[in-house]
């Protein structure tokens, strides 16, 4: 099964200004809503209280800090199984990440903003798969890496 990291991050790796903000810069969500469509999405309590949307069509999960990651993984029945926020959530799931969709977009946020991981115990060696156009004429595209 592959596991994938998927993230809008600003030019310096940020993905929001604050744990409550519900995300309105975001220009990938179709391109998102299509990846992920009859697959299962995981998401960290505070992602869940922000989604604009709902996320029907996908299996969902929200981890919760007694949760165990590995356990989580394990009753995943669908092919793929996105991790989609926040820094907490993508921590926690770094040991078990096959693949990083990234998009990248045309904004610098504050360094008390969140980065994408709060913390990680192991660099990431990663391999690039692919570049999806998401909008060529700001520059946003989303970028695929394979983790080594």
């Not at 310096?12 to 990846?35: C, K, P, T, V, Y």
């Not at 869940?48 to 996320?55: C, I, N, S, Y």
């Not at 009753?75 to 959530?89: H, M, N, P, Q, S």
């Not at 690039?128 to 983790?147: C, E």
Request: hydrophobic share 40%.
């Amino acid at each position: 099964m592959d596991v994938i990291l998927t993230a809008a991050v600003t030019a310096n790796g940020m993905i929001a200004h604050h744990s409550e903000e519900i995300i309105q810069w975001s220009e990938d969500l179709q391109l998102f809503r299509e990846q992920t469509m009859g697959q299962t999405v995981v998401m960290g309590s505070n992602t869940g209280k922000t989604l604009a949307t709902e996320l029907d069509g996908r299996e969902m999960v929200v981890m919760h800090r007694h949760m165990d990651p590995s356990r989580v993984l394990g009753e995943v029945k669908t092919g793929k199984c996105f991790i989609i926020g926040g820094a907490r959530t993508y921590s926690r799931f770094a040991p078990f990440l096959t693949h990083l969709y990234l998009t990248v977009h045309p904004l610098v946020f504050s360094t008390d903003s969140l980065p994408l991981f709060s913390e990680l115990e192991s660099d990431m060696r990663l391999e690039f798969r692919n570049q999806v156009d998401v909008n060529s004429d700001r520059g946003i595209y989303q970028f695929q890496y394979r983790v080594l």
